[in-house]
């Protein structure tokens, strides 16, 4: 069992920034691919940004080019950068780990479901 803990989530306007953290129970963050989903209400739970074990990345194309994704090993914590945002990125924001990598499905939007999720925290975009 591994516990994910959020935090980082808030109130921004549209084209600010907001950085999300989530810290891992133990070092599973150098082993293990990790990544960000997103639910919205009414939406289902999409992928939005992942980063391998070996540092490769994947982004949904919606967020391509505004979120960074990236981790600190020695700080067991994954980090995602949001930047220009939108009304849209308005959701519930979790982390999620995985021992298998998801990067590539997140980059793909094909649905995958980590074995691992935080709690969630929120983040409202508003205009």
């Known amino acids: 069992q591994v516990d994910l803990v959020e935090s980082g989530g808030g109130s921004v306007q549209a084209g600010g920034s907001l950085r999300l953290s989530c810290v891992a129970s133990?070092?599973?963050?150098?082993?293990?691919?990790m990544g960000w989903f997103r639910q919205a209400p009414g939406k289902e739970r999409e992928g939005v940004a992942a980063?391998?074990?070996?540092?490769?990345?994947g982004y949904a194309n919606s967020v391509k080019g505004r979120f960074t994704v990236s981790r600190d090993n020695d700080k067991n914590t994954l980090y995602l950068q949001m930047s220009d945002m939108k009304p849209e990125d308005s959701a519930i924001y979790y982390c999620?780990?995985?021992?298998?990598?998801?990067?590539?499905?997140?980059?793909?939007?094909?649905?995958?479901?980590?074995?691992?999720w935080g709690q969630g925290t929120q983040v409202t975009v508003y205009s």
């Open positions: 999620a780990a995985d021992p298998q990598p998801f990067h590539l499905r997140v980059e793909d939007g094909r649905k995958w479901s980590p074995t691992d």
């Open positions: 133990s070092n599973i963050v150098r082993r293990y691919c």
């Open positions: 980063i391998d074990y070996d540092g490769t990345t």
